[in-house]
C-alpha cells in the first residue's frame, strides 16, 4: 500500500478557491463574551427590549451548559473568550443596490453571487450576510407583490416583531444545546421568510454568508414560516477567507410549516475546510430543525457539505402535524484532516407521519466521516413510517467512515427500514478509468457525483451544477 | 507500432516477466498463448502502464514514444486500448457518460473536438450494434450487474468507440458462448485495419478460427519460448503445453 501513500503525498491538494479577504472597513466588537457583548449587540441593532432580555436569559443559561463531547470528533476546545462577536461593515442601511460599499460588492462578485438586479433574472432572490450584518436584499419588491417578506431577521425584528416573536426559539428552544443557547445570545443577523398562505413562493430564495473580519466568530439565525398551502425553496451557500486560526460558526435555523406547506432548503456548505496539514478552517456547530406543525406539511432538507475543519450539524424534522413528511439528502465529504459528525433527527410525533434520510458520506485523506441519526416514532405517532439510506465511500485506507444510527420506535405500527453500504474506490477502478485515458480525478469527480446523484438531484438545477463542481474540487488531489 | 525490448517485470518482488522480447507491426495480429500463470495478464498490465508491477529492466516503444515513461492515461490516449480479463463493475457511472469522457479525453489529445449529442449518440449506437449489446445498455452502469458475456462485449465496444492503434484482448473469449465469440470476433475483424494492430491473449483456437493471428507467441515462466505461425495455436491445441514445458524446462 506503499503505493497509494506516496501517491496521496505527492498530489497535492487543490488550493481553496473562495480564500480571499476582503478590505472592508468595520465596526467590530471588543473580543470576548461578557453580558456586556450581549448588550452591546443589542443596542448596535437597535433592539427593543424583549429580544434584549431574550438574549441575556440566553446568555445566562448557555454559561451553566458544558461543551459537549459525544460526538465523534477531534478538535482543540474552542476559547469563547478571543473571539469578537459581532463585525459590520461601517456604512449601512442602504437605500438601494446602488449604496452598496464597492468592496463588499467585489467580494460577492468574486463568490458568484449575483446582487444586481439584472442578473436576477436567473429568478433567484438572494440575502447576502458578510460577517455578522445582512448586506442586501434583492428582490424584495416583486415577492413583496405577493406577500411574502425576505428580510434581514434584524429588519423583521423593526417591522414584524408580532411573527418574530412568536416565533423566535419556538423550534429550536435557548437551552436546546450548547451551541445554540450560545447563538441566542449573541446571534447577529440572518434572513427571516414569511410565506403568506396559499402563496407559492415564484422563485428560489437565497442567502450567501462568508465571514471576512478576522477573529470573529458568526452567529447567524434564520428563520422561516411557511403558512397554510405555501410552498418554498430556500438555499443557503457559505464560504470563508483562508486563515491558520479556526473560526467559529453556531448558526441557528428554525422552520415552520403550517398545513399542507411545504419548505425545501438545500445547503452548499464550503467553508474554508482548513489546510492539506489541517491548519485552520471553520469549526461549524450548526443547529437546523423544521417543525411540521400542520397536517399534510412537508420539510425537506438538502445539504452538501464540502468544507468547515469540523462540522457537527444534525438537520432535523419535527413531525407534528398528522400525514406531515421529513426528508433529509445529504452528502458530506471530509479530506485532508477534515472531521465531520452530522445527520438527522426525525422525530415522529404525528400520526401517518412519513420520513426519508439519503446520507452520503464520502471520506478522502486523513479524514474523518460520520453519520449520526436518530429516528424517533412517539407512542401516539400510529403508522409512521421511516427509511434511511447511509451509504460510505472511501478514497484510500486512511480515511474513516462511521454510522451512528438510533431508533427509538415507541409504538408498534411503525414501519422502519435502514440500509447502509461501505464502498472504496479502489486502484483497480482509476486503473479502468485511466486505461480509457480518464484522469484519476476526472475519474473521482465522475464515480462521486453518480453515488451522490440521488442528493444532488434534490438541489435547484443551477445549484446542483455548482455542487457538483464542488465536490470534484474538494477531492482533488484525495485519489489514490 | 510496438517494440518491446528485454522487459522484466516483478510484483512484491517477485520477478514475473524475465526477459520479454516483441515487436508488432501495423496491419497484424499476434496471439499470445501459455499455461496459467505464465504472465500473460502481467505482461498486458505493464504495458497498459498498471503501477503495482515493478519494471525492472528493458523498454517499451510504442509509435517511437517511450511509454515507461507515461502515465497510463497519456498511454491510453496514444491509442493503446486494453481489454481486461476482468472488467470491473462502476456502480454510479452509466456506460454513456463514461464512454463519452473516454472518446473526448482521447480526442482532446489528437487537438480534436469533442463530439455533439447527436454525433455522439448515432456513434454509440452503431458501435453498440455491431458488438450485439441493446441501447439501453448504454444508460446503465458501467459493468454493474453484466453477466460476463455482456462484460466482454462492453469491452469490445469501448474498443470500436475509441479506435485505439493496438489493442489488447486479455481472453476476451473466455466466458462466452459460442454465438457470443463469433459475434465479438467478427467485431474485431471489422475493426482491423492497415493502420491498427491487435495483440490477443487466449487459451482456445477457437477464437483464432475467427480472427486469423499473422503471429503466434507462446509465453511460459515469464519468456517467449515459442514464436510461430497459426499453425503453431494449432499444435497447441493437439498436444497442449507440455512439449513446450519440456523443452524449455532448464532455462527456467
Ligand atoms: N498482484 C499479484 N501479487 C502476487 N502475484 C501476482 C500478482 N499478479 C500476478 N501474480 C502472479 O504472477 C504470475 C503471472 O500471472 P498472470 O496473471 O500474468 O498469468 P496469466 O498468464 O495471465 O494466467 P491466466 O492464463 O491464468 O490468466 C502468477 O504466478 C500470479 O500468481
Ligand atoms: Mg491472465
Same mark, same amino acid.
Given at each position: 500500500?506503499?503505493?497509494?501513500?506516496?501517491?496521496?503525498?505527492?498530489?497535492?491538494?487543490?488550493?481553496?478557491?473562495?480564500?480571499?479577504?476582503?478590505?472592508?472597513?468595520?465596526?467590530?466588537?471588543?473580543?470576548?463574551?461578557?453580558?456586556?457583548?450581549?448588550?452591546?449587540?443589542?443596542?448596535?441593532?437597535?433592539?427593543?427590549?424583549?429580544?434584549?432580555?431574550?438574549?441575556?436569559?440566553?446568555?445566562?443559561?448557555?454559561?451553566?451548559?458544558?461543551?459537549?463531547?459525544?460526538?465523534?470528533?477531534?478538535?482543540?476546545?474552542?476559547?469563547?473568550?478571543?473571539?469578537?462577536?459581532?463585525?459590520?461593515?461601517?456604512?449601512?442601511?442602504?437605500?438601494?443596490?446602488?449604496?452598496?460599499?464597492?468592496?463588499?460588492?467585489?467580494?460577492?462578485?468574486?463568490?458568484?453571487?449575483?446582487?444586481?438586479?439584472?442578473?436576477?433574472?436567473?429568478?433567484?432572490?438572494?440575502?447576502?450576510?458578510?460577517?455578522?450584518?445582512?448586506?442586501?436584499?434583492?428582490?424584495?419588491?416583486?415577492?413583496?407583490?405577493?406577500?411574502?417578506?425576505?428580510?434581514?431577521?434584524?429588519?423583521?425584528?423593526?417591522?414584524?416583531?408580532?411573527?418574530?416573536?412568536?416565533?423566535?426559539?419556538?423550534?429550536?428552544?435557548?437551552?436546546?444545546?450548547?451551541?445554540?443557547?450560545?447563538?441566542?445570545?449573541?446571534?447577529?443577523?440572518?434572513?427571516?421568510?414569511?410565506?403568506?398562505?396559499?402563496?407559492?413562493?415564484?422563485?428560489?430564495?437565497?442567502?450567501?454568508?462568508?465571514?471576512?473580519?478576522?477573529?470573529?466568530?458568526?452567529?447567524?439565525?434564520?428563520?422561516?414560516?411557511?403558512?397554510?398551502?405555501?410552498?418554498?425553496?430556500?438555499?443557503?451557500?457559505?464560504?470563508?477567507?483562508?486563515?491558520?486560526?479556526?473560526?467559529?460558526?453556531?448558526?441557528?435555523?428554525?422552520?415552520?410549516?403550517?398545513?399542507?406547506?411545504?419548505?425545501?432548503?438545500?445547503?452548499?456548505?464550503?467553508?474554508?475546510?482548513?489546510?492539506?496539514?489541517?491548519?485552520?478552517?471553520?469549526?461549524?456547530?450548526?443547529?437546523?430543525?423544521?417543525?411540521?406543525?400542520?397536517?399534510?406539511?412537508?420539510?425537506?432538507?438538502?445539504?452538501?457539505?464540502?468544507?468547515?475543519?469540523?462540522?457537527?450539524?444534525?438537520?432535523?424534522?419535527?413531525?407534528?402535524?398528522?400525514?406531515?413528511?421529513?426528508?433529509?439528502?445529504?452528502?458530506?465529504?471530509?479530506?485532508?484532516?477534515?472531521?465531520?459528525?452530522?445527520?438527522?433527527?426525525?422525530?415522529?410525533?404525528?400520526?401517518?407521519?412519513?420520513?426519508?434520510?439519503?446520507?452520503?458520506?464520502?471520506?478522502?485523506?486523513?479524514?474523518?466521516?460520520?453519520?449520526?441519526?436518530?429516528?424517533?416514532?412517539?407512542?401516539?405517532?400510529?403508522?409512521?413510517?421511516?427509511?434511511?439510506?447511509?451509504?460510505?465511500?472511501?478514497?484510500?485506507?486512511?480515511?474513516?467512515?462511521?454510522?451512528?444510527?438510533?431508533?427509538?420506535?415507541?409504538?408498534?405500527?411503525?414501519?422502519?427500514?435502514?440500509?447502509?453500504?461501505?464502498?472504496?474506490?479502489?486502484?483497480?477502478?482509476?486503473?479502468?478509468?485511466?486505461?480509457?485515458?480518464?484522469?484519476?480525478?476526472?475519474?473521482?469527480?465522475?464515480?462521486?457525483?453518480?453515488?451522490?446523484?440521488?442528493?444532488?438531484?434534490?438541489?435547484?438545477?443551477?445549484?446542483?451544477?455548482?455542487?457538483?463542481?464542488?465536490?470534484?474540487?474538494?477531492?482533488?488531489?484525495?485519489?489514490? | 507500432?510496438?517494440?518491446?525490448?528485454?522487459?522484466?517485470?516483478?510484483?512484491?518482488?517477485?520477478?514475473?516477466?524475465?526477459?520479454?522480447?516483441?515487436?508488432?507491426?501495423?496491419?497484424?495480429?499476434?496471439?499470445?498463448?501459455?499455461?496459467?500463470?505464465?504472465?500473460?495478464?502481467?505482461?498486458?498490465?505493464?504495458?497498459?502502464?498498471?503501477?503495482?508491477?515493478?519494471?525492472?529492466?528493458?523498454?517499451?516503444?510504442?509509435?517511437?514514444?517511450?511509454?515507461?515513461?507515461?502515465?497510463?492515461?497519456?498511454?491510453?490516449?496514444?491509442?493503446?486500448?486494453?481489454?481486461?480479463?476482468?472488467?470491473?463493475?462502476?456502480?454510479?457511472?452509466?456506460?454513456?457518460?463514461?464512454?463519452?469522457?473516454?472518446?473526448?479525453?482521447?480526442?482532446?489529445?489528437?487537438?480534436?473536438?469533442?463530439?455533439?449529442?447527436?454525433?455522439?449518440?448515432?456513434?454509440?449506437?452503431?458501435?453498440?450494434?455491431?458488438? +450485439?449489446? /441493446? &441501447?439501453?445498455? @448504454? $444508460?446503465?452502469?458501467?459493468?454493474?450487474?453484466?453477466?460476463?458475456? *455482456? #462484460?466482454?462485449?462492453? %469491452?469490445?465496444?469501448?474498443?470500436?468507440?475509441?479506435?485505439?492503434?493496438?489493442?489488447?484482448?486479455?481472453?476476451?473469449?473466455?466466458?462466452?458462448?459460442?454465438?457470443?465469440?463469433?459475434?465479438?470476433?467478427?467485431?474485431?475483424?471489422?475493426?482491423?485495419?492497415?493502420?491498427?494492430?491487435?495483440?490477443?491473449?487466449?487459451?482456445?483456437?477457437?477464437?483464432?478460427?475467427?480472427?486469423?493471428?499473422?503471429?503466434?507467441?507462446?509465453?511460459?515462466?515469464?519468456?517467449?519460448?515459442?514464436? +510461430?505461425? /497459426? &499453425?503453431?495455436? @494449432? $499444435?497447441?491445441?493437439?498436444?497442449?503445453?507440455?512439449?513446450?514445458? *519440456? #523443452?524449455?524446462?532448464? %532455462?527456467?
Amino acid at each position: 500500500m506503499s503505493k497509494d501513500q506516496e501517491l496521496l503525498d505527492s498530489i497535492t491538494s487543490q488550493e481553496y478557491q473562495w480564500g480571499f479577504e476582503s478590505n472592508i472597513d468595520q465596526d467590530i466588537a471588543a473580543i470576548g463574551l461578557s453580558e456586556d457583548t450581549v448588550r452591546f449587540i443589542s443596542k448596535k441593532k437597535n433592539e427593543p427590549e424583549w429580544l434584549l432580555e431574550w438574549r441575556l436569559k440566553a446568555f445566562e443559561i448557555w454559561k451553566t451548559m458544558p461543551e459537549p463531547h459525544w460526538q465523534n470528533l477531534d478538535y482543540a476546545p474552542v476559547d469563547f473568550q478571543s473571539i469578537s462577536y459581532y463585525a459590520e461593515p461601517k456604512k449601512k442601511t442602504l437605500n438601494s443596490l446602488d449604496e452598496l460599499d464597492p468592496e463588499i460588492k467585489a467580494t460577492y462578485d468574486k463568490l458568484g453571487i449575483p446582487l444586481e438586479e439584472q442578473k436576477l433574472l436567473a429568478g433567484v432572490a438572494v440575502d447576502a450576510v458578510l460577517d455578522s450584518v445582512s448586506v442586501v436584499t434583492t428582490y424584495k419588491e416583486r415577492l413583496a407583490q405577493d406577500g411574502i417578506i425576505f428580510c434581514s431577521l434584524s429588519e423583521a425584528v423593526h417591522e414584524h416583531p408580532e411573527l418574530v416573536k412568536k416565533y423566535l426559539g419556538s423550534v429550536v428552544p435557548v437551552a436546546d444545546n450548547y451551541f445554540s443557547a450560545l447563538n441566542c445570545a449573541v446571534f447577529s443577523d440572518g434572513s427571516f421568510v414569511y410565506i403568506p398562505k396559499g402563496v407559492r413562493c415564484p422563485m428560489e430564495l437565497s442567502t450567501y454568508f462568508r465571514i471576512n473580519a478576522k477573529n470573529t466568530g458568526q452567529f447567524e439565525r434564520t428563520l422561516i414560516i411557511a403558512d397554510d398551502r405555501s410552498y418554498v425553496s430556500y438555499l443557503e451557500g457559505c464560504t470563508a477567507p483562508q486563515r491558520d486560526e479556526n473560526q467559529l460558526h453556531a448558526a441557528v435555523v428554525e422552520l415552520v410549516a403550517m398545513e399542507h406547506a411545504e419548505i425545501k432548503y438545500s445547503t452548499v456548505q464550503n467553508w474554508f475546510p482548513g489546510d492539506k496539514e489541517g491548519k485552520g478552517g471553520i469549526y461549524n456547530f450548526v443547529t437546523k430543525r423544521g417543525a411540521c406543525l400542520g397536517n399534510h406539511s412537508k420539510i425537506s432538507w438538502t445539504q452538501v457539505e464540502t468544507g468547515s475543519a469540523v462540522t457537527w450539524k444534525y438537520p432535523s424534522c419535527i413531525l407534528k402535524g398528522d400525514y406531515s413528511v421529513g426528508e433529509f439528502y445529504s452528502v458530506a465529504v471530509t479530506n485532508n484532516f477534515q472531521q465531520a459528525d452530522t445527520g438527522t433527527k426525525m422525530i415522529h410525533t404525528g400520526k401517518h407521519t412519513r420520513s426519508r434520510i439519503v446520507s452520503k458520506g464520502i471520506s478522502a485523506g486523513k479524514s474523518q466521516n460520520s453519520y449520526r441519526g436518530l429516528v424517533r416514532v412517539n407512542k401516539r405517532a400510529e403508522g409512521a413510517r421511516n427509511f434511511s439510506q447511509c451509504d460510505s465511500l472511501l478514497l484510500g485506507d486512511r480515511c474513516g467512515a462511521h454510522t451512528f444510527p438510533y431508533f427509538e420506535i415507541q409504538n408498534n405500527s411503525a414501519n422502519v427500514e435502514h440500509e447502509a453500504t461501505t464502498s472504496k474506490i479502489g486502484e483497480d477502478i482509476l486503473f479502468y478509468f485511466r486505461q480509457r485515458g480518464i484522469g484519476e480525478e476526472d475519474a473521482v469527480a465522475m464515480i462521486v457525483n453518480g453515488y451522490a446523484k440521488e442528493v444532488l438531484d434534490q438541489l435547484p438545477m443551477e445549484f446542483a451544477v455548482e455542487a457538483k463542481k464542488l465536490l470534484a474540487i474538494s477531492l482533488e488531489g484525495s485519489v489514490g | 507500432m510496438l517494440q518491446i525490448k528485454n522487459l522484466h517485470a516483478q510484483i512484491e518482488g517477485k520477478p514475473i516477466l524475465k526477459g520479454i522480447n516483441l515487436e508488432i507491426n501495423a496491419g497484424t495480429v499476434h496471439a499470445i498463448m501459455g499455461p496459467n500463470g505464465s504472465g500473460k495478464s502481467t505482461l498486458s498490465s505493464v504495458i497498459a502502464g498498471r503501477e503495482e508491477y515493478e519494471v525492472t529492466e528493458g523498454e517499451i516503444w510504442f509509435n517511437g514514444v517511450n511509454i515507461l515513461e507515461l502515465e497510463p492515461e497519456e498511454r491510453a490516449r496514444e491509442g493503446l486500448f486494453l481489454a481486461f480479463q476482468y472488467p470491473i463493475e462502476i456502480p454510479g457511472v452509466s456506460n454513456a457518460n463514461f464512454i463519452k469522457m473516454a472518446v473526448n479525453e482521447v480526442r482532446k489529445h489528437k487537438g480534436l473536438e469533442s463530439l455533439s449529442a447527436t454525433d455522439f449518440l448515432k456513434l454509440m449506437r452503431e458501435k453498440a450494434a455491431l458488438v +450485439g449489446l /441493446k &441501447d439501453d445498455f @448504454l $444508460k446503465r452502469s458501467v459493468n454493474a450487474g453484466f453477466s460476463g458475456g *455482456e #462484460k466482454k462485449r462492453n %469491452e469490445i465496444f469501448q474498443l470500436a468507440m475509441l479506435d485505439p492503434k493496438l489493442s489488447i484482448l486479455d481472453e476476451t473469449d473466455s466466458g462466452l458462448d459460442i454465438d457470443a465469440l463469433r459475434t465479438v470476433a467478427e467485431g474485431v475483424n471489422a475493426l482491423k485495419n492497415s493502420e491498427n494492430a491487435f495483440l490477443v491473449i487466449t487459451h482456445y483456437q477457437r477464437l483464432l478460427d475467427y480472427i486469423v493471428p499473422d503471429v503466434v507467441h507462446v509465453l511460459y515462466d515469464g519468456r517467449i519460448v515459442e514464436t +510461430g505461425d /497459426k &499453425d503453431l495455436a @494449432l $499444435k497447441l491445441e493437439d498436444q497442449g503445453y507440455d512439449w513446450v514445458i *519440456e #523443452k524449455h524446462k532448464q %532455462e527456467a
